[in-house]
DNA sequence: GCCAACGTTGGC
DNA sequence: GCCAACGTTGGC
């Protein structure tokens, strides 16, 4: 089993809104970037535990855990010429682009922020914290994942 | 809202 | 295949 973890604005879809939806499930869409795209076509498995973090709000940080229940397929928003993520390269013959469907697991009492994660010597390593990372989809080591648990 | 850091595009 | 211009991300 992985680790990864997965950047979305809240205000476009927060934890919460993944666990309100009918059965805590969401497909993960709109990821328009290769090497994100790549992983979630490729590497990211049913069973995987996803770190959910919420970008460009104050303050960012991460808000919860989720699973992978569904692996790549795909994001037929894509083809939606109605859908902001629409890209006409993208065909039914030839999808370009994937996505993953993720389930809700818990939600953290408060967030740990970046802050957080930055004073944790630990994590220095993440991916997260490096400067000018912007990959939305990146993998996580077990050990940093158990720390981020434990600072819960 | 600013802007640094990237990724993508397209002319050559 | 180079690279300038442009668009996007995301912390601050």
Known sequence: MRYWLFKSEPETFSIDDLRARRNQIEHWDGVRN??????????????????????????????????????????FTAWNPESSYYDPRSTKEKPQWFMVDIKFVEKFPQIISLDDLK?????????????????????????EFKTILKMV
Do not use: W
Request: aromatic share 6%.
């Open 34 to 75: 290769y090497q994100a795209r790549n992983m979630l076509r490729d590497e990211v498995k049913a069973g995987d535990q996803v770190l959910f973090y919420h970008s460009n709000c104050k303050p960012p940080g991460i808000v919860g855990v989720a699973e992978v229940v569904k692996e790549g397929y795909p994001d």
């Open 119 to 143: 004073q944790n010597s630990k994590l220095h390593e993440m991916l997260i914290l490096r400067k000018g990372n912007r990959l939305s989809v990146t993998p996580v080591t077990a050990a």
